[in-house]
Nanobody, 127 residues
Framework: ELQLEESGGGSVQAGGSLRLSCTAS????????LGWYRQYSGNQCGMLAL???????SYPDSVKGRFTAAQDNAKNIMYLQMNNLSPEDTGMYYC?????????????????????WGQGNQVTVSS
């Protein structure tokens, strides 16, 4: 069974940094498309980083230059390094993966066709 387990997160002051980790079991990272999301209003998740299986990584303008996503295929772990955090970054963060499907820019959190999700990690940034 494919599972994603998140770690990291927590509380930090504005301007600080945090790193999220996401460890996969039941499949190999190198064969899938990976992503990081953040929950916004209601149960809507917006993409923070997309790691394509061709090695390309992309980010929305809101986090470009501040967030960096990476994957370690040998360890089956992906990371989201978040720098220069602001209170507006506060929220629940999720890692996600799909083997044959698509990771959309916006999706209902922990839903979506053929999308696997981590359990979520709270990030709180104080001013």
């Amino acid at each position: 069974e494919l599972q994603l387990e998140e770690s990291g997160g927590g509380s930090v002051q504005a301007g600080g940094s945090l790193r999220l980790s996401c460890t996969a079991s039941g499949f190999t990272f190198g064969g899938g498309t990976l992503g990081w999301y953040r929950q916004y209003s209601g149960n809507q998740c917006g993409m923070l980083a997309l790691l394509e299986n061709n090695g390309r990584t992309s980010y929305p303008d809101s986090v470009k230059g501040r967030f960096t996503a990476a994957q370690d295929n040998a360890k089956n772990i992906m990371y989201l390094q978040m720098n220069n955090l602001s209170p507006e970054d506060t929220g629940m963060y999720y890692c996600a993966a799909t083997l044959g499907g698509h990771l959309p820019p916006s999706v209902y959190c922990r839903q979506g066709y053929q999308i696997y999700w981590g359990q979520g990690n709270q990030v709180t940034v104080s001013s």
